[in-house]
């Protein structure tokens, strides 16, 4: 059973009727009666997702049933081989990569991974990334750049790790250094944020020659309770900040920030994570093909002119 969010009330209302109605030892034909009230969920959960509110958006990017790194890889990436460690401190769990192949074409795949239960969520570091972590992306794109193997990298995170011991560690260089690494790839690079894409720490793995989102992700320069607390003081007014930030993937594909939204099952990629992962491996491998009969040189130009084109009248 999906664990429903607190605006899909009226629709766990009703599948608690249909429950009721299974479990009733005594209650005669009631087939037709349930088959209506299925049909009801359905319409209501339909609608409820095409009007979701930023702050709504944001509860089904952070959805812990989503799929996370490890699930896009054993679906989508065939022989792949993890590769560990920045060659410099220690091997960071909440960033992850390797080599594979995406439908036959050899790929270098970084992501963040936060986990799915408390033991692989702390394992992770609950996907916020340490300066290690960063490290190990920019040693595997350099790896990627010198084969001549594309990148694509899995955003999900609420932010890098903000502890002492990571800015001890240079974390704000760090990311500085992965940002610029993704920047001067002379190969293509593909970015996909599948839930959260928080601040730099998401950055450091996203300004690729196209950016895809998923279309109940958020991607956002900080996070709504993070904003509400700097400009209200409160971070109750969390809803009134991520409206006002606009952190939608409609939002920034209107901004020109994404290139493609990437739709989702009815319900959120937690609902069906099998078809949500196909539909981004389709969305990566066309990315990919509109990119392959490009040289370094125009690749690194066609990135460049992106993102010097951002916020142009």
Not at 118 to 141: C, D, Q, S, V
Not at 162 to 167: D, I, K, L, S
Request: glycine share 10%; charged share 25%.
């Amino acid at each position: 059973m999906v664990a429903l969010l607190e605006f899909e009330k009226p629709v766990a209302e009703l599948l608690a009727r249909i429950a009721e109605l299974r479990e009733s030892s005594d209650a005669t034909d009631i087939e037709p009666e349930i088959a209506k009230l299925e049909a009801k969920a359905d319409r209501l959960l339909h609608d409820t997702y095409a009007k979701l509110s930023p702050w709504q958006k944001t509860q089904v990017a952070r959805h812990p049933d989503r799929p996370h790194f490890k699930n896009y890889v054993a679906q989508l990436i065939d022989d792949y081989m993890p590769l560990a460690g920045d060659r410099a401190f220690g091997d960071d769990q909440a960033i992850l990569g390797g080599l594979g192949r995406l439908g036959g074409r050899r790929v270098m795949v970084i992501g963040h991974e936060k986990g799915d239960d408390t033991a692989t969520r702390i394992r992770h570091n609950f996907g916020m990334g340490k300066p290690e972590g960063y490290r190990k992306a920019i040693r595997l794109m350099e790896l990627a750049d010198r084969f001549n193997v594309p990148v694509v990298t899995l955003v999900d995170t609420s932010g890098a790790f903000p502890g002492v011991q990571a800015e001890e560690r240079g974390q704000a260089e760090a990311i500085a250094r992965s940002t610029e690494k993704c920047l001067e790839l002379g190969v293509p690079n593909i970015a996909a944020v599948v839930g959260e894409g928080g601040s730099g720490g998401a950055v450091a793995l996203a300004a690729a020659n196209r950016v895809l989102m998923f279309e109940h992700a958020v991607y956002s320069v900080i996070s709504p309770e993070g904003c509400a607390s700097i400009l209200w003081r409160t971070a109750e007014k969390a809803a009134d900040a991520a409206e006002a930030m606009r952190i939608t993937a409609q939002d920034l594909k209107r901004l020109g920030v994404i290139d493609e939204i990437v739709a989702e099952p009815v319900g959120g990629a937690h609902r069906s994570p099998s078809t949500a992962i196909d539909a981004l491996g389709a969305a990566i491998g066309k990315s990919l093909d509109s990119l392959s009969r490009l040289t370094r040189d125009q690749v690194k130009q066609e990135r460049r002119q992106k993102f010097l084109a951002m916020g142009g009248l």
